[in-house]
């Protein structure tokens, strides 16, 4: 994986989104580089221009800072891409800001600062090439230009408004405030505005979205076809990754969970260390990272090839439950509607598979969450669904008593008539799994 791909945020949280820039460089002789690591796929200008164009229309004649990298969540780890910055850029890239000017016109409303060290990684390219903007200027430089864009110099004009991501604890990008005074400058949140924009897929981004979830749905079936006893959950992991590779992905979207018997119960299980137990059932929720953007598939099926019945009845709760929430996507639903919509499901449909309780109480974990180049793509609470939102729906249930945990997982895009499923390349019906195990020995 490489440095900055460390954007895996945990089921139950939200992406951190929390921006903030690498210390400011000092200027340095390749400070006047303007070169960057080249995308893997390059997005065209008029997209990214557009992208722009859209959050400057949010902050009216504000400035805008979006920092490439925050720094590392621990002591010690890497500094975290900023997806907000590749989103608006196109680049992944280390100790860079963009600076949107909401006063300036055109072209001359972004600046893109580069401290131009960048280490070469593949193909170098030309950042205003590659961006399409044509300012390109030196990192060294910024603070005292933002501060000048500003007029935080002491000087009496009032302040513009300053736009900075707020991160989780609502605290802005400290390092952008520790390199500018903003004394008296009134600084608004600009992860509302991003999170808006970033929730609606361009056309761009859907072609990756649907490769993303069609690769991670072919690798989920190539681990199904290999798994059997005796092979270790390594083994199933590494069959899926090939899979993702041969189908153009360079990069998983989070670490792969394989997870058999009750490693389940874990939900971010990623050790993969044990060895597959005849009658148990293995669960892969695994994601390819095809150009920049994640899928992010679940299946869980018995390592037998065959269901016990007790495994059956509580799969089949689990899609059935899955498929209501399905179902239900549709422009104006809200992902809180849809959770609801699937514990009810999943509560009248329990039967006394689950003893005394209803099946939604060993659901512990939520429904959906938002995709795009994270995993856990930014979005705003109570949102109403729209054309070109891309979600998961991945109800499980968890029974700890019984070491069972069973996750079924697919990448839904939202249309203006209801929905349509990107990951349906890996089986999903008792039937459909039975026979793909069957073929793969
Ligand atoms: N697929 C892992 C997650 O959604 O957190
Ligand atoms: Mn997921």
Redesign the pocket.
């Known amino acids: 994986m490489s440095m900055l791909d460390t954007r895996?945020?945990?089921?139950v949280q939200l992406p951190l989104l929390a921006l903030a820039a690498a210390p400011v460089a000092a200027q340095s002789p390749s400070c006047e580089s303007t070169v960057v690591a080249a995308p893997e796929i390059p997005v065209a200008h008029g997209v990214l221009a557009a992208r722009r164009s859209a959050l400057l229309e949010t902050i009216g004649s504000g400035v805008a800072v979006v920092p490439a990298t925050s720094p590392p969540r621990r002591p010690g780890g890497y500094p975290v891409a900023s997806s907000d910055f590749e989103y608006l850029t196109g680049l992944e890239q280390s100790d860079a800001w963009l600076v949107l000017d909401g006063s300036a016109a055109g072209e001359h409303a972004a600046v893109l600062y580069l401290t131009g060290n960048a280490a070469p990684a593949g193909q170098m390219v030309e950042a205003g090439a590659i961006t399409g903007i044509a300012d390109v200027r030196c990192f060294g430089d910024a603070p005292e230009e933002l501060a000048a864009l500003l007029r935080t110099d002491g000087a009496s004009t009032p302040g513009t408004i300053l736009f900075l991501s707020m991160g989780m604890r609502g605290a802005p990008d400290a390092d952008v405030l520790a390199a500018v005074d903003t004394a008296g400058l009134e600084t608004r949140n600009l992860r509302p505005a991003l999170a808006r924009l970033r929730v609606v897929k361009d056309e761009e981004e859907l072609s990756r979205l649907r490769r993303a979830a069609e690769v991670s749905a072919l690798g989920a079936a190539q681990g199904m076809r290999s798994a059997g006893p005796g092979l270790g959950e390594a083994d199933v992991q590494a069959v899926i990754e090939a899979q993702f590779h041969a189908g153009g992905a360079l990069r998983t979207s989070?670490p792969s969970?394989v997870a058999s018997g009750s490693n389940a119960l874990e939900?971010?299980y990623n050790d993969n260390v044990s060895t597959l137990t005849d009658g148990e059932l293995l669960l892969t929720?695994?994601?390819a990272e095809y150009a920049g953007y994640a899928g992010?598939v679940?299946r869980t099926y018995p390592i037998s090839g065959t269901f016990t019945d007790r495994q059956r009845d509580l799969y089949e709760l689990v899609l059935s439950t899955q498929e209501a929430a399905i179902d239900s996507v549709r422009p104006g639903v809200t992902i809180e509607d849809l959770n609801r919509i699937a514990r009810e499901h999943m509560a009248e449909h329990s039967g006394d598979l689950c003893g005394d309780e209803t099946c939604d109480v060993f659901f512990i974990h939520g429904l959906s969450?938002h995709l795009g180049l994270d995993?856990?793509d930014p979005g705003l609470p109570n949102l109403p669904l729209a054309p070109g939102m891309v979600l998961?729906v991945?109800p499980g249930i968890y029974i700890p008593d019984e070491g069972i945990g069973i996750r079924i997982?697919d990448d839904v895009l939202v249309t203006p008539g209801g929905h349509e499923v990107l990951s349906t390349a890996a089986p999903k019906s008792v039937s459909a799994v039975e026979a793909e195990m069957a073929n793969g020995r």
Not at 8 to 11: D, I, V
């Open positions: 895996y945020s945990l089921l989070f969970i939900l971010h929720d695994v994601g992010d679940t969450h995993v856990h998961t991945e997982e």
